[in-house]
Nanobody
C-alpha cells in the first residue's frame, strides 16, 4: 500500500512561484513513475506533469510546459513540482499519483491534495 502526502500549496499572486512536494510512503515508493494532477473548481482532474523512476524522462501538459518543472529526490521518496510564472488559470487542488508514463493515466490512490490559488 502506498500513501501519498502533498504539501506546499498556498495563495500567490500571478507571476509568482511555488514548489509543491509529494512524499511517497511505502517500501518501494522510489521505483514508481509519478505524476502531478490538478483539479479546478467545476472541472475534471487533469494531468500536469510526470516523471519516470530514474528522472530521465519527464513530460508536461502544454499549458504548463516551460513554466513548471517536475523532479524527484529518491533518497527522500519525494517528488516536487516547481511552478514559476504562475497564472490565475493554475488555480486548483494539486494531487500526485503513480502514473503510467505513456498514457499519463493515474494508478492507485490519491493523496489529500494541496490547494494552489493564484490571484490576478
Amino acid at each position: 500500500q502506498v500513501q501519498l502526502v502533498e504539501s506546499g500549496g498556498g495563495l500567490m499572486q500571478a507571476g509568482g512561484s511555488l514548489r509543491l512536494s509529494c512524499t511517497v510512503i511505502g517500501r518501494t515508493g522510489s521505483i514508481y513513475t509519478m505524476g502531478w494532477f490538478r483539479q479546478a473548481p467545476g472541472k475534471e482532474r487533469e494531468f500536469v506533469a510526470g516523471i519516470n523512476y530514474n528522472s530521465k524522462m519527464t513530460s508536461y501538459a502544454d499549458s504548463v510546459n516551460g513554466r513548471f518543472t517536475i523532479s524527484r529526490d529518491i533518497a527522500k521518496n519525494t517528488v516536487y513540482l516547481q511552478m514559476n510564472s504562475l497564472k490565475p488559470d493554475d488555480t486548483g487542488a494539486y494531487y500526485c499519483s503513480r502514473i503510467n508514463y505513456d498514457s499519463r493515466a493515474p494508478i492507485g490512490s490519491w493523496g489529500q491534495g494541496t490547494q494552489v490559488t493564484v490571484s490576478s
